[in-house]
């Protein structure tokens, strides 16, 4: 059962414009959500995330959107930029659910940026 | 900066073998996490840990265990590695918050 599901494998968008990845969520217990970054051959790393207290948080060219009633969240690249390129997973965590806030991942959206 | 390393990079293994996947992170974290990503389906968690020598299971600890002797080490054992257990696996440790941070990853293939 897959609680994060990111539905597109992949995405490809010119240098430039936005670049829009998807998440959708199944548990109402989630109240926190990370998106990472993937390059090959290396370990993903920690890009962006948000409190499910707010709807938007922006850190320069990234900005992830929230919307509870959908259960749905995003994440803007604005512009895209050829070192964007990579594997994006979204992930959710729910607080008080036992030790060490697991995070659940979803399954990942390979973002091509092209010349 | 957090460093998180895992022993090898690269792991190639025959069908039987016992396999060892040693992390270790610097920076002091109580939490250490082991994942297996695969195409399509992600990162899932296989065993976590809080604190020296305690476990949990996470989603697929099915043909893994783990031992945590030290703080700052972190292994995941294959007791008889299956050519369905070749993947790249991720280490990952965490302190307070949500934020983990992952070592550069172990692509293991089992022959």
């Known amino acids: 059962d897959q609680q994060v599901k990111q539905n597109s494998p992949s995405l490809s968008v010119q240098e430039g414009r936005i670049s829009i990845l998807n998440c959708d969520y199944t548990n109402s217990m989630f109240d926190y959500f990370l998106w990472y970054k993937k390059y090959p051959a290396e370990g993903p790393t920690f890009l962006i995330s948000?409190?499910?207290?707010?709807d938007k948080n922006e850190d320069g060219r990234f900005t992830v959107f929230l919307n509870k009633s959908a259960k749905h969240l995003s994440l803007h690249i604005v512009p895209s930029q050829p070192g964007d390129s990579a594997v994006y997973f979204c992930?959710?965590?729910?607080?008080?659910?036992?030790?060490?806030?697991?995070?659940?991942f979803g399954t990942g959206t390979r973002l091509q940026v092209t010349l | 900066d957090v460093k998180v390393t895992q022993s090898s990079r690269y792991l190639v293994k025959r069908t039987g073998e016992k396999v060892f996947l040693e992390c270790v992170q610097d920076m002091d974290h109580e939490n250490m996490f082991w994942y297996r990503q695969d195409p399509g389906l992600g990162l899932r968690l296989i065993y976590f840990s809080y604190d020296v020598k305690m476990k949990e299971k996470g989603d697929i600890p099915e043909g893994y265990s783990v031992s945590r002797e030290k703080k700052e080490r972190f292994s995941l054992i294959l007791e008889s590695a299956s050519t369905n257990q070749t993947s790249m696996y991720l280490c990952?440790?965490?302190?307070?918050?949500?934020?983990?941070?992952f070592g550069p990853g172990t692509r293991l293939t089992v022959t």
């Open positions: 948000i409190s499910s207290i707010k």
């Open positions: 990952a440790s965490r302190q307070t918050g949500y934020e983990q941070y």
């Open positions: 992930a959710a965590s729910a607080r008080n659910t036992g030790t060490a806030s697991k995070l659940t």
